[in-house]
C-alpha cells in the first residue's frame, strides 16, 4: 500500500528515509512507558511530499501506541514546558516577543495549553478578555483561580457552536497531530470570521539546513518548512498575516480568507535527500574530529538532538547536564545516566563541552 501525505492525502514519493532505530525521547521517565517500549525497535522513517513539500513520519502502529501513552502522562511536555522560571520562562517570554495579535482578543481557545501558563500571562496582558478556554490531554494542575475554563481532552471542534472564538492559539501542537490540515480545519470552524489564529511550530527547514541530528522525533508526525507550512494553513482556507521565524521555531499570524490552494513551488526542493546524504553526515563527521577520545565529554542539552547524536555515534565517557531545574538530577527518556547540571564543569578545561540543541547555542553560550 503506498504511504499518503499527512496533509494533502498526495501519494508520498516512493524513496523513503530510514534513520535506523533511535531512541524515544519525550522527558523524565515514566515507568509504564519506559516497559512498553523496552523491547520495541521501532525504524524511524521519513518521506516527503511532492505535492505539498511536507516532510513527514512513517507512522508505525507501535508508535501511535507509545504517542497515546506520552499525550496523556506527565511528560506530555516533552521539552521544556512555558513557565514561570528557568528555559520555561524563556521560552514563554520568546514567545509573546515574537507573536502578533492583529487585535485585543476578547473569547480566546488554547490548544494544548498544558498548565494555562500562557493563558495566564496573556490575561495579565490583555485585561479585557472575557472567556478563556485551554485544551491538554495530559494530567496537569490548573490554578483555578485563573478563570481558565480547562477541558482534559484532545481537541474537539464539537465542544463548541461554530464561530465561538476570536482568537486560537496552538503552540507547539501541530507537529503532532496525525492529520495537520484536518486538525487546522476544525479550527477554521470555531473561529470567528475576523478571528486571528495565532501557531507556532518547529522551524523544521533551519533544523534539516543546519544537519540537526534531533530533527527526527517520535512524537513530531509533520516536520514544517517554510512552503509546507504556508501550504497546510491555505488548504485549511487561512491566509497568513504574519511571518516570523528563527533558526527554531515559526511564529505565524493567519485568518480566514486562504483559497485551499496549494502554491506551486519555485523549485523543487528535496530537502530530505540533502539531509540525509549532505547536511546530517557534515555535522556528524564534524562532531567526530572534535571530540578528544582521551578527555571526559559533556554534552550540554538533555534532547532529541542529543539523544539522537549519541545513538548516531558511539562515545565513551559522556556526561548529559542540562540547563533545566526539571531535569537536574533526574532520569530523562533516551540517556541511561542522570542528567547533571552544567555549574559541576564551569571552568574546568578538562573536558570537551559540547552545546548539543543547535536554535539554542546563542543563549545557552550565554550562559
Not at 507512522?59 to 511536555?77: A, F, M, P, W
Not at 499570524?253 to 530537502?271: F, H, M, Q, W
Amino acid at each position: 500500500m503506498e504511504n499518503q501525505c499527512v496533509a494533502c492525502m498526495h501519494r508520498l514519493d516512493s524513496k523513503i528515509e530510514n534513520l535506523g532505530v533511535l531512541p524515544i525521547y519525550y522527558g523524565k521517565k515514566i515507568p509504564k512507558i519506559e516497559s512498553y517500549i523496552a523491547d520495541k525497535n521501532i525504524s524511524c522513517e521519513l518521506g516527503i511530499c511532492s505535492n505539498c513539500n511536507l516532510v513527514q513520519q512513517i507512522l508505525k502502529t507501535e508508535t501511535t501506541k507509545v504517542l497515546d501513552l506520552i499525550y496523556k502522562s506527565q511528560s506530555s511536555g516533552v521539552s521544556t514546558p512555558m513557565s514561570s522560571e528557568g528555559w520555561g520562562e524563556k521560552r514563554a517570554v520568546t514567545f509573546f516577543n515574537r507573536v502578533v495579535f492583529e487585535f485585543t482578543p476578547k473569547r480566546v481557545l488554547e490548544i494544548g495549553c498544558q498548565d494555562g501558563h500562557i493563558l495566564k500571562m496573556l490575561k495579565e496582558k490583555k485585561p479585557t478578555i472575557v472567556k478563556l478556554v485551554g485544551f491538554e490531554p495530559s494530567p496537569q494542575k490548573i490554578d483555578e483561580n485563573l478563570g481558565i475554563e480547562f477541558i482534559n481532552e484532545f481537541f474537539k471542534k464539537s465542544f463548541f457552536e461554530p464561530k465561538s472564538f476570536d482568537t486560537v492559539m496552538s503552540l507547539f501542537v501541530i507537529e503532532h497531530v496525525e492529520k495537520p490540515v484536518e486538525f487546522l480545519s476544525s479550527i477554521y470552524d470555531v473561529l470567528s470570521d475576523n478571528g486571528q489564529l495565532i501557531i507556532s511550530t518547529p522551524n523544521a527547514q533551519s533544523q534539516i539546513e543546519s544537519g540537526d541530528p534531533g530533527l527526527f522525533m517520535h512524537e513530531h508526525i509533520s516536520y514544517f518548512t517554510d512552503d509546507s507550512l504556508m501550504n497546510a494553513l491555505s488548504l485549511a482556507g487561512f491566509k497568513v498575516i504574519k511571518f516570523k521565524k528563527d533558526k527554531s521555531d515559526y511564529y505565524i499570524t493567519a485568518c480566514k480568507g486562504g483559497d485551499r490552494s496549494i502554491k506551486v513551488l519555485s523549485e523543487s526542493r528535496n530537502y530530505l535527500k540533502k539531509y540525509m546524504n549532505e547536511y546530517l553526515p557534515k555535522v556528524l563527521n564534524n562532531f567526530k574530529s572534535n571530540i578528544n577520545p582521551d578527555v571526559p565529554t559533556v554534552l550540554w542539552g538533555a534532547c532529541s538532538t542529543t539523544a539522537n547524536l549519541l545513538n548516531m555515534i558511539k562515545v565513551e565517557n559522556v556526561t548529559i547536564v542540562d540547563g533545566d531545574k526539571n531535569k537536574q538530577n533526574s532520569d530523562i527518556s533516551g540517556f541511561i545516566e542522570q542528567v547533571r547540571s552544567p555549574a559541576e564543569f564551569f571552568d574546568r578545561d578538562d573536558v570537551n563541552i559540547c552545546i548539543s540543541p543547535l536554535g539554542f547555542q546563542n543563549e545557552i553560550e550565554s550562559v
